[in-house]
């Protein structure tokens, strides 16, 4: 096999060679990094085509909230709007999943682009109203949201098919930079958008994104789909993720971590239109909410491209608890703040820890998973890593209507604490090393 810096286009290696790297550890995972990740062609092309679509999607994110906020001034409605835009996650996931791990991946990828680009388009006509219907425009998140929830799965399990083994992290972290600097870029075009010619442009600006990655894809050859056990049944196939955590420590402790850091400890994410209005005396339809945002996700970018740089051979382990500590810590002094200049440093070192640990908890994850089951594993992480982070901000509105979005997120600054005593995922059985 080839070397680190010489790694297989995608065509090149089979399958079966694909999966020994993967899940065999026949070569070591530590001196994969972002730049060796780069030198996959496919992997380069899938990853700008699937940057470009994310800048649209945060430009969409953003103004959503901002937009929800702004209609109705309540902190209840924007997490009914998070909600629609993420909830969908926490019953299709699966369902996305496992039609991943069934079908060609890349006519799947191709088809879920086309049908949020549509729904895009539909909210940006929706929003052109004077008094648009609350519930038509949930409705249109919602569907946009089914896409989401459908098209993550797969397009994780894709990744790992992209590079060899050793490159995985570095695919992994520039993974998460790319989503990252989305989340910078998007959120200052959004901005400014939305205060110069309204949402209705940001929305429909935010379709003609999907046309990249359904560009990118059709640029290249995917490896086929791994076959699934023959002759199991529907429910079985459906759970196989779940059976998985259940027999893998590491795994099952990431997916709890995941999922209880994303309820509990990620509210200021849905609620930073309330946090910039209330504690920061921001206005959110305003460009400087959408510096706010960018801010933290320049804090995103940074932490996600160390995993792969900086702290390539560090253990991800021992990074994911370090996080943690820090980010809670972080989140504290955020929760505090009453002051916008500050605020802009102190939200980009949230985003740091936030995504240090988001990247090298999905490393752990993703070196211990077989590619017949990848979708349907990553399928649990996109319901973590995205559905319950809906689910916690429709619970967390009403509470922050009641008492405020200060004790919310000290809250979420002790969840995050306590993870780090529990998420340890190291290795203890010899099969991967993760350093």
Avoid at 48 to 62: D, E, H, K, L, Y
Avoid at 352 to 376: E, K, S
Avoid at 387 to 403: E, F, Q, S
Wanted: with cysteine; proline share 5%; aromatic share 10%.
């Amino acid at each position: 096999m080839p070397s680190p810096t010489e790694g297989p286009e995608i065509g090149t290696p089979s399958i079966e060679e694909i999966e020994d790297a993967v899940v065999d550890g026949d070569r070591p995972l530590s001196s994969g990094t972002a730049i060796s990740a780069l030198r996959h062609r496919t992997f380069r092309t899938v990853f700008f085509g699937a940057f470009a679509s994310n800048i649209g999607t945060w430009m969409q994110n953003v103004v959503l909230g901002a937009y929800a906020f702004d209609i109705t001034h309540s902190s209840t409605f924007v997490g009914v709007v998070i909600f629609a835009q993420l909830g969908p996650a926490l019953l299709l996931a699966m369902v996305g999943g496992l039609i991943a791990d069934k079908v060609d991946r890349k006519k799947f990828l191709i088809v879920l682009s086309l049908e949020q680009l549509i729904f895009s388009l539909a909210l940006a006509w929706v929003v052109r109203a004077q008094s648009p219907s609350h519930v038509v425009l949930v409705l249109m998140v919602v569907a946009v949201g089914i896409g989401s929830a459908m098209f993550g799965p797969a397009y994780s399990a894709i990744l790992p098919g992209l590079v060899s083994r050793a490159d995985l992290p570095g695919a992994i972290s520039l993974n998460s930079a790319q989503m990252n600097a989305s989340r910078v870029i998007g959120p200052v075009i959004g901005g400014v958008t939305y205060h110069l010619v309204g949402p209705a442009w940001v929305f429909a600006g935010n379709a003609a994104t999907y046309l990249f990655v359904v560009a990118a894809l059709m640029a290249v050859s995917l490896p086929a789909t791994p076959r699934a056990t023959p002759h199991a049944s529907t429910w079985r196939e459906l759970t196989a993720g779940i059976a998985t955590a259940r027999q893998d420590r590491v795994v099952r402790r990431c997916l709890v971590t995941v999922f209880v850091f994303s309820l509990l400890a990620l509210a200021f994410i849905g609620q930073m239109p309330v946090v910039a209005a209330h504690n920061l005396g921001i206005d959110p339809k305003s460009a400087t909410y959408g510096l706010l945002y960018a801010c933290f996700g320049t804090g995103a970018l940074m932490g996600a491209i160390s995993i792969g740089t900086v702290f390539a051979r560090t253990s991800k382990p021992t990074i994911v608890r370090v996080c943690l500590v820090c980010y809670s810590v972080a989140l504290t002094v955020f929760a505090l703040l009453r002051a916008a200049l500050p605020a802009y440093f102190v939200v980009a070192v949230v985003g740091v820890f936030y995504f240090a640990f988001i990247t090298a908890l999905n490393t752990a994850l993703q070196t211990r998973l077989d590619d017949a089951v990848r979708g349907r594993v990553m399928a649990l992480w996109i319901m973590g890593f995205g559905g319950t982070v809906a689910l916690g901000n429709l619970i967390i509105g009403p509470v922050v209507a009641v008492v405020g979005i200060t004790p919310v997120l000290l809250f979420g600054a002790g969840v995050a604490l306590l993870l780090a005593w529990y998420a340890d995922v190291g290795v203890r059985d010899g099969v991967v090393t993760l350093a």
